[in-house]
Nanobody, 120 residues
Framework: QVQLVESGGGSVEAGGSLRLSCGASGTASNSNIFSANTAKWFRQAPGKQREWVALMTPHGPTNYRQSVRDRFTISADDTSNTMYLQMNNLKPEDTAVYFC?????????WGPGTQVSVSS
């Protein structure tokens, strides 16, 4: 069993930056959780469907939705089993609850989310 917890959300003005973290915990066999599996960041704005924002694949390239490309960066640290989302030049339309997600043996795991609010 894997537990994910996001942190790092908050309120910033447009143009500001935030770094979200997603910590993973579970059994010892789940080391390198993020680099060994497909891991993603999603977000959900009020009244809208959840949408993927960024993903990383095992030993493969990262990918981003068009609206955040060149502003957001997904990464992971195996030593701490933590995934990050560096968000720069934030815009009001980035306001949402952000969720981390990882698929292990075709089983999806989600964190509870962290709120990001960007004011104009």
């Amino acid at each position: 069993q894997v537990q994910l917890v996001e942190s790092g959300g908050g309120s910033v003005e447009a143009g500001g930056s935030l770094r979200l973290s997603c910590g993973a915990s579970g059994t010892a066999s789940n080391s390198n959780i993020f680099s060994a599996n497909t891991a993603k960041w999603f977000r959900q704005a009020p009244g809208k469907q959840r949408e993927w924002v960024a993903l990383m694949t095992p030993h493969g390239p990262t990918n981003y939705r068009q609206s955040v490309r060149d502003r957001f960066t997904i990464s992971a640290d195996d030593t701490s089993n933590t995934m990050y989302l560096q968000m720069n030049n934030l815009k009001p339309e980035d306001t949402a609850v952000y969720f981390c997600n990882v698929e292990i043996n075709m089983m999806p795991y989600w964190g509870p989310g962290t709120q990001v609010s960007v004011s104009s």
